[in-house]
């Protein structure tokens, strides 16, 4: 049998075990651990290859930022930050026809470029807008799908934890990856109200407008996310903006996951001042944390037990060989995998699908040529697009059923709501993102645009 052959084999076994409940990470590490020792025939092989590839993974110190980030939304959300987004946005917003919706969107933005996780976002923007919504009359439908769609806006925006761990397998600079998840998240805001806006058009008795806010309390309210803008400045700004000026060149002002320390640290002495964040809002917010991170790393851990395995069967190097010798067009091959991640976005989590096709969809995706207009895109810029491509159809697995996380988090929150009205409230959402992954194929300039400016 070839390393292919095996692969294959070993890959449906492996999602035969998740569909059975198998725990994700313990479903690939199992797999590579049992894969390796058929492949090179002996059953000691892969412990001793445990020592090594344990340290080799967790000695990244890329992956400190994880951590990081996770405490800057942990404590974002004890801090009330979500409060005062939405306030403002629908003081701004509000008056219009479905203006609390797209309020809610704008809050759910503001959050994700602090906290960086889709989860967090979702739970904490639907405490805030889903009671505000339904007070005002607003259909289960479009106030549950509304949220659960806003919520992807945490991984969207940066910072984003599984930008971070796209850009460690895949090798490229995480700022980079930031800069250029900006545009593709600004448009994903514009469509989400876009959207809300054709809903309530088509289906009127689905929203209702509230009164407008006269303009002083509109700018008392705007004035009030201060925090939330100097924050993402400084983070965003630090860690991309050219602020030192050297003898090797400009430099920014930190790295990464100094930036990431530097902004947890904000939000924390932020949510101290304002009283939000007590000590045993801190205490609860470490744990969270550390447990959040040991599920991220025990995931990590398994992704390169089974990579590992990968790498001895070259089933990678066999499948580029193979899928070049078919002679099928880049686009076509970038359209089946971005298919196959909103297949898998319905069983499997966002970051579950990063680990666990990153490294057999990567190299292929490498050895593609893609031209746009009479200019070929160059092996980074072919790497960031498909980043963010990936990371978008990734989003869209978080709102899909049967297995849409954010769905139920929501749903979870109005409890009278059945969740096939919720499936019904997000699938204008969904339509959305497929506009949105279309039009970013089809002009990568998009996406790249501000990485060619900044870079």
């Known amino acids: 049998m070839t390393g292919l052959g095996l692969a294959i084999i070993a890959f449906v076994l492996m999602l035969l075990a998740i569909f059975l409940r198998v725990p994700i990470g313990a479903a690939m590490f199992l797999t590579g651990f049992i894969g390796t020792w058929i492949v090179l025939g002996r059953p000691l092989a892969p412990l001793g290859q445990l020592k090594s590839l344990t340290y080799d993974t967790f000695s990244n110190y890329s992956l400190s930022i994880v951590p990081l980030f996770l405490l800057m939304g942990q404590f974002a959300t004890k801090a009330g930050m979500s409060e005062a987004l939405f306030r403002a946005a629908s003081d701004w917003l509000g008056h219009r026809k479905g203006g609390v919706a797209m309020a809610a969107v704008g809050a759910c933005a503001g959050f994700g470029a602090v906290c960086g996780s889709s989860l967090a976002t979702a739970s904490t923007m639907g405490q805030v807008a889903l009671p505000e919504m339904r007070k005002r009359g607003y259909s289960d439908d479009l106030s549950t799908g509304v949220l659960a769609a806003g919520g992807t806006l945490g991984i969207l925006i940066p910072p984003s934890i599984i930008l971070v761990i796209y850009a460690i397998l895949a090798q490229q600079n995480i700022v980079k990856m930031f800069v250029a998840a900006l545009v593709p998240g600004l448009l994903a805001v514009i469509g989400y109200m876009l959207t809300v806006a054709i809903y309530v058009r088509l289906r009127p008795n689905a929203a209702t407008a509230a009164g407008r806010v006269p303009c002083a309390q509109r700018f008392r309210t705007l004035l009030a996310i201060w925090p939330v803008v100097v924050i993402f400045g400084l983070v965003m700004g630090g860690i991309a903006a050219d602020w030192n000026w050297t003898q090797d060149g400009v430099q920014a002002l930190f790295t990464p996951t100094e930036g990431a320390a530097v902004g947890a640290v904000a939000v924390g002495i932020y949510g101290g001042v304002t009283g939000g964040l007590t000590w045993n809002g801190l205490l609860d917010s470490v744990l969270a944390v550390a447990q959040t991170t040991a599920m991220i790393f ?16 070259q089933a990678p190097v066999q499948l580029v060989e193979w899928i070049t010798a078919q002679g099928y067009g880049s686009i076509l091959i970038l359209s089946i995998m971005l298919v196959a991640y909103l297949i898998f976005g319905c069983v499997m989590d966002s970051l579950s699908m990063i680990l666990l096709t990153i490294p057999i969809f990567f190299p292929v995706v490498m050895a593609l040529e893609f031209t746009f207009g009479g200019y070929t895109l160059l092996p980074e810029e072919v790497a960031i697009w498909f980043g963010i491509l990936a990371l978008i159809v ?8 049967p297995v849409g996380m954010n769905l139920f988090i929501i749903n979870a929150m109005a409890r009278d709501v059945p969740i096939a009205r ?9 339509a959305s993102d497929v506009i949105r992954v279309v039009i970013l194929v089809a002009f990568p300039g998009v996406t790249l645009w501000l990485v060619r400016v900044m870079f």
């Open 298 to 313: 025990f995931i990590v851990l398994g992704a390169q037990m089974f990579n590992s395995f990968l790498a001895f069967t």
């Open 422 to 430: 919720t499936y019904a409230g997000v699938a204008p959402f969904v």
């Open 394 to 401: 990734v989003e869209v697995g978080l709102i899909t059923p």
